[in-house]
């Protein structure tokens, strides 16, 4: 998760815009390379996972953070998508800061539970599930 700290850097929407095109291209043609891709698309089956869906969720998150939103929609005229990073309403902003704050607030009361209760807290890496 990102912390208010990290993401005091300058937010540039031209560069989010370009660096979520290229990931989601990338992500597509992953996608593409997969020996079953139509198929299983065929029967509804979207159930796909990228190298880049994490820097992609992440980017989208950041954007939100900053009042925007990245977005792709096809387009049919030009058999193609089309990206866009669109300003956020205030009201629509204000809403998405105050659930990101409830949620750092829950996730630093469920840490702080464990501590107090000296309760380890599983670890993938030590092996604990």
Request: hydrophobic share 30%.
């Amino acid at each position: 998760m990102t912390t208010t700290t990290e993401r005091e850097t300058e937010f540039s929407k031209e560069q989010a815009l370009a660096r979520y095109i290229e990931l989601s291209e990338k992500q597509h043609a992953e996608f593409e390379r997969l020996p079953d891709f139509k198929r299983r698309c065929a029967r509804g089956d979207y159930d796909f996972f990228s190298s880049v869906d994490i820097e992609l969720d992440e980017l989208e998150q950041e954007a939100k953070y900053n009042g925007f939103v990245l977005d792709s929609s096809w387009d049919n005229d030009k058999k193609d998508l089309v990206y866009t990073i669109k300003q956020m309403s205030p009201e629509d902003h204000a809403a998405f800061l105050t659930e990101e704050q409830a949620e750092e607030e829950r996730q630093a009361a469920f840490l702080a539970e464990y501590q107090e209760e000296e309760t380890p807290i599983p670890s993938l890496v030590r092996g604990d599930f």
